[in-house]
């Protein structure tokens, strides 16, 4: 029993050193960023294993482990960190303080009492009195605008005029119920309440049954049409935006692939989901266009007509992709629109193919700091991903596959109105849709006033 005593307050005196060491290195300025801090934490934290010639570091944010190589004149880690700035990361910076820690005879993972203050990480200014104007008042400018927009839908012709029978129900109607019923984000049955509320404002010229919404959801023909919604809505946004961000992402089905592993002699089974890509503008996140095909589509060759179908509205001055879409084609295709884009280079990459593969190669590689900045607006994508799961969920309810595609192109409608309603209050602009058409018939919405 004495001796386990005297174990641990041996062990406590050296943490309590540890920690005194720390709060001196504090004192005179030791951690200067958030890297040396978090590489304080991994290194009394984590367990950091020695291999031939390299260390093994845990990841703070996945079960991966990051390869270290410290020893050599020029020290490497496999982190993107590393590979993007070729500086020291917070991987390189534990193992050195871990192999400090080890020649001060304080091994292996150690509790810190006192740990080091958290860096204060730069914060952006937000208008908070006119965001909140924007989300208390957002339902009701959402139903004005889609409205607005399906009002610009035309009605296609009857197949057979001579046939008697019930009336079609408006396309302009079909549109703005599918349109709603997945912002809504309840089901058909317990969204009738709100359509016919929506028909009693006049935004709809008959109310639809929930079948009838059901069945314009799984048409096929409502696809084009929604991802003409999709661009018309961007445009009122094309005075703002220039800088764009390319990403792909997946929203989850009901639906479950199952096979049998030969292998294992087990069966498996994984969700199904919808990949869709799209070209965001980092300023308001607003999307630009999008595209989904199968699933297991290729991000780099996307690239170029989501750019393309970008630059019909817009003014495209830079892009940013991540590495997945650096090739010759992707670069080409933005300087041709007059921008730049920027995509990071894997590691070995040399830039011995030539032209303007060669000139970004360069430019990444002596400009480091410069590029990043500009590679770093990419993560606006991200969360422009993040604002649409949130808002009208990460999943989807339909069971076909065209149902799946439109209640996906849907959430990226509603996505867009909103960012409609927030530049409405934030940046005074006030929407106007399908501008060819109102010269002939008058405006189609009202301005909006900011009223407070």
Same mark, same amino acid.
Request: hydrophobic letters at 40%; proline letters at 6%.
């Given at each position: ?11 406590? #005196? ?28 991994? +290194? ?16 703070? =944010? ?8 410290? @020893? ?10 590393? %590979? ?21 005879? $304080? ?36 139903? %004005? ?41 309840? =089901? ?29 959801? %799984? ?5 084009? #049409?929604?991802? @003409?919604? $999709? ?47 799209? +070209? ?24 170029? +007509? ?13 892009? =940013? ?13 933005? +300087?041709?629109?007059? /921008? ?12 011995? #193919?030539? /032209? $303007?593969? %060669? ?21 606006? =994508? ?41 530049? $409405? ?28």
């Amino acid at each position: 029993m004495t001796k386990q005593l005297l174990t641990l307050k041996c062990h406590y #005196i050296v943490v309590t050193l540890y920690c005194v060491v720390n709060a001196i290195s504090l004192a005179h300025g030791g951690v200067r960023n958030a890297r040396e801090q978090k590489a304080q934490e991994i +290194a009394a934290r984590a367990k950091i294993t020695r291999g031939n010639g390299y260390y093994l570091v845990p990841s703070q =944010s996945s079960a991966a482990r990051h390869r270290v190589a410290v @020893d050599g004149p020029s020290p490497s880690c496999s982190c993107q960190d590393f %590979e993007l700035r070729g500086k020291d990361c917070k991987h390189i910076l534990a193992v050195r303080l871990w192999l400090e820690q080890e020649k001060d005879g $304080i091994s292996g993972p150690s509790p810190v009492t006192s740990p080091a203050p958290k860096v204060k990480r730069p914060t952006y200014p937000q208008d908070w009195p006119n965001y909140n104007l924007a989300q208390v008042r957002e339902k009701g400018h959402f139903l %004005e605008l889609l409205a607005s927009l399906c009002s610009g839908i035309p009605q296609p012709p009857l197949k057979n005029p001579q046939k008697g029978g019930r009336p079609p129900v408006l396309l302009s109607d079909a549109v703005f119920a599918v349109a709603f019923k997945v912002y809504s984000t309840v =089901s058909t049955r317990r969204f009738m309440t709100d359509l016919r509320a929506a028909h009693e404002r006049g935004f709809i010229t008959q109310p639809l049954c929930f079948s009838k919404v059901i069945k314009a959801l %799984e048409d096929e023909a409502l696809t084009p #049409i929604l991802h @003409d919604l $999709i661009r018309e809505s961007s445009l009122p946004l094309a005075s703002v935006e220039t800088e764009f961000a390319v990403d792909s992402s997946g929203f989850c089905t009901s639906r479950f692939t199952r096979w049998f592993d030969v292998k294992y002699g087990v069966t498996r089974e994984t969700a199904d989901w919808v990949k869709v890509h799209s +070209a965001v503008g980092v300023k308001t996140t607003v999307v630009t266009a999008a595209l989904i095909l199968d699933k297991h589509a290729a991000d780099v060759s996307q690239f170029p +007509a989501l750019i393309k179908a970008t630059a019909q509205g817009f003014t495209v001055r830079e892009a =940013s992709a991540d590495k997945a879409y650096t090739c010759t084609e992707n670069f080409q295709a933005v +300087a041709d629109l007059g /921008g730049t884009l920027y995509a990071p280079f894997k590691k070995r990459t040399t830039g011995a #193919i030539g /032209g $303007i593969y %060669e000139k970004m190669f360069h430019y990444f590689s002596f400009h480091r700091e410069e590029f990043l900045k500009r590679y770093h607006k990419r993560s606006n =994508s991200e969360s422009t991903f993040s604002m649409v799961k949130a808002k009208v969920l990460d999943h989807v309810r339909s069971k076909t596959d065209v149902a799946r595609k439109n209640e996906v192109l849907c959430k990226i409608l509603c996505h867009n109105i909103c960012c409609l309603v927030s530049a $409405i209050y934030e940046l005074g602009i006030v929407p106007v849709f399908w501008p060819d058409q109102q010269e002939e018939e008058g405006p189609a919405i009202l301005p909006m006033v900011q009223s407070r």
